[in-house]
């Protein structure tokens, strides 16, 4: 018997006065590795950023956990593109892995020994740990990406809400962060991630969610994986229109 | 006399450590715009009081500096007009109301922002207040308790400023109210900077909020650290600023603003891996890398002996670089001159290989 972790519910987001998503209904399996991938514009992002709660829906429902609430998103950790945050902020590797442990200490309270050893260990799992004493705006592209994951780890949340974390990353941390995710799977996570490269679809994952506005098909990849689905989603000017 | 220090430093405290939250948020100019919005603040709260030295002006101008940074954040919010603007369109708006009421309604009263707020250090020990039987300046009194509560405020909040400033949509998402803290924190700037200009006027004010910020900024990679250094600095710009103006007899705010200039040119320009150190890294690597380049045209079998212009040509150089560079080389016994023509020696062969390897180059 499968669960469904995530459900989402005939949603609809609107920039405007365009929809960026219409009628939406998607679920998310629990324990699976689900990547979203759908054109440039399909509301990929807008999608995960509506399951976060960082943008208010026209309409719709959005489950986590069977809860509504805001305080269901502490299950949920969220990887955010690299490019949303100040580089250039003073502060340390190990500093942005420790933020994750924020989420479990709430008002005041600051991270204590036990978070500090959380946050090494996730720094070990993501190859970073000679780095934690960087700044980061020595990082390159692909170590940045390996903090964001080490804080996600840190966080220690049954569901991970990932956006595009292998755009403009160099191979190794790619081939690291699938082997991450993967064994994290096998710890009983759940895992969303926004993709881009259909290519590598079907090696990284086990679930998948076409969209373009709204679901073209989702399910196992085995069973909603075709040329068809992917000719649908990418060739559909608009799905509102 | 002494207390006049006093005062430099404790204002000083008082406002960079929240002008380092300020400067990391790209909003060192809100206090800029403040400076002007408040009299705004003391054109209403003067209408209401027909009183001219009525504390109520002062709480006025801390009102108004509060709905100056709630109007920025509200356009900032939709997303049309960049912050910088944003500041912009609010100060100047808020500032020419006021400038328009005083004009249309209170033409006869002598109304300026320096009637309310002296903004001269000098008369800061002038006014006086009886606190436990001690008698103090107004202002050192005033400033200590605003350093208190913001001091306060930053060591409590610190984890919540720090993930808010750094990544606010992560801030949010773990269950932080990026809001409150922004305004809070935004409050405390608004009041303890209309404090800060009645004590020391607005432009060094505006200096306390980011330059000793941003002199610490260049130096360090943590932010607990940069608080620390920020605070020594601000200290030392006040101290130097002070026994400047002291001596020499020069206006006390102006030789503290010019000596936080002063102070944060010499860390830009010699610090390790600052301006001056950095062009004079780049230059020598320029130089080698030419060299390297000159030397390797040499090693070709085509380029066996060559001429100055050849060269010159070959990697669009001046003559004179040419010459420069060629000399050197000759000098440092790399090649030899014969016929005005050029060639490696034994020592310029070795090297070529070596640079071959640096480089990453396959052999020749």
Redesign the interface.
């Known amino acids: 018997m499968t669960e469904d972790i995530i459900k989402v519910k005939d949603l609809i987001v609107a920039y405007d006065e365009k929809p960026a998503i219409w009628h939406l209904n998607m679920t998310l399996q629990k324990n699976s590795i689900t990547a979203i991938v759908g054109p440039n514009g399909a509301g990929k992002s807008t999608l995960i950023k509506s399951i976060m709660q960082l943008i208010k829906p026209v309409s719709g429902e959005i489950q986590i956990n069977g809860s509504k609430s805001k305080k269901a998103l502490k299950d949920v950790a969220y990887v955010p593109q690299k490019g949303e945050v100040n580089w250039e902020f003073p502060t340390t590797v190990l500093d942005v892995v420790l933020m994750g442990r924020y989420v479990h200490k709430g008002w005041i309270k600051r991270p204590n020994k036990n978070d500090h050893k959380i946050a090494m260990s996730a720094l070990r799992e993501m190859k970073m740990e000679a780095f934690r004493n960087r700044q980061i705006s020595e990082l390159s592209g692909g170590q940045r990406q390996r903090v964001f994951l080490a804080r996600a780890i840190c966080q220690d949340a049954d569901i991970y809400i990932m956006d595009e974390p292998l755009q403009g990353i160099d191979i190794t941390t790619e081939k690291l962060i699938i082997k991450t995710i993967k064994s994290l799977q096998q710890e009983g996570k759940t895992f969303l991630v926004v993709h881009h490269n259909l290519d590598t679809v079907k090696e990284y994952f086990d679930h998948v969610i076409i969209m373009n506005k709204t679901i073209f098909a989702g399910g196992k990849i085995s069973e909603v994986w075709t040329e068809e689905n992917i000719d649908k989603a990418y060739n559909e000017v608009s799905a509102v229109r | 006399m002494i207390e006049v220090l006093f005062v430099l430093i404790i204002a000083s405290l008082a406002t960079s450590v929240l002008g380092v939250f300020l400067v990391?948020k790209n909003q060192a100019m809100t206090t800029d715009a403040i400076s002007h919005t408040i009299l705004l603040g003391i054109v209403l709260a003067f209408f209401i009081t027909q009183d001219i030295r009525s504390p109520w002006l002062i709480i006025g101008a801390a009102l108004i500096g509060v709905l100056t940074v709630y109007l920025i954040q509200l356009i900032n919010q939709t997303n049309l007009i960049k912050n910088d603007a944003s500041i912009g369109i609010v100060f100047t708006a808020l500032f020419a109301i006021a400038i328009i009421l005083i004009s249309r309604y209170a033409d006869n009263v002598h109304l300026d922002i320096d009637v309310v707020i002296a903004g001269e250090v000098l008369f800061a020990p002038l006014n006086r207040i009886e606190i436990f039987g001690f008698s103090i300046p107004r202002a050192l009194w005033q400033l200590g308790l605003l350093l208190i509560v913001n001091t306060g405020f930053v060591a409590?909040?610190?984890?919540?400023l720090?993930?808010s400033?750094?990544?606010p949509?992560?801030a949010?998402?773990?269950?932080?109210s990026t809001t409150l803290i922004y305004y809070m924190l935004m409050t405390l700037v608004s009041v303890t900077a209309v404090v800060a200009f009645d004590a020391v006027g607005a432009i060094l004010v505006i200096n306390f909020f980011v330059a000793p910020v941003l002199t610490a900024?260049l130096l360090?990679?943590?932010?607990s650290?940069?608080i620390f250094l920020t605070a020594f600095i601000a200290v030392l710009n006040s101290t130097l600023g002070y026994l400047i103006g002291y001596n020499m007899d020069l206006s006390m705010s102006g030789a503290t603003a010019a000596v936080a200039f002063l102070i944060f040119m010499t860390v830009f320009l010699f610090k390790p891996d600052g301006y001056i150190i950095l062009k004079i890294k780049k230059r020598r690597q320029k130089k080698e890398f030419m060299h390297a380049m000159i030397l390797m045209l040499m090693s070709e079998d085509e380029h066996e002996t060559i001429s100055l212009d050849e060269i010159s040509k070959h990697f669009n150089l001046s003559r004179s670089e040419t010459e420069n560079q060629l000399e050197t080389l000759e000098v440092d016994g790399y090649i030899v001159k014969t016929d005005e023509h050029y060639m490696l020696t034994l020592r310029g062969e070795e090297f070529t290989h070596y640079s071959r390897i640096k480089y990453e180059l396959t052999p020749y």
């Not at chain 2, 409590?156 to 919540?160: Q, S």
């Not at chain 2, 360090?220 to 932010?223: R, T």
């Open positions: 990391l409590l909040f610190y984890k919540e720090k993930v400033t750094f990544d949509k992560f949010y998402v773990i269950g932080f900024y360090v990679k943590k932010l650290h940069m």
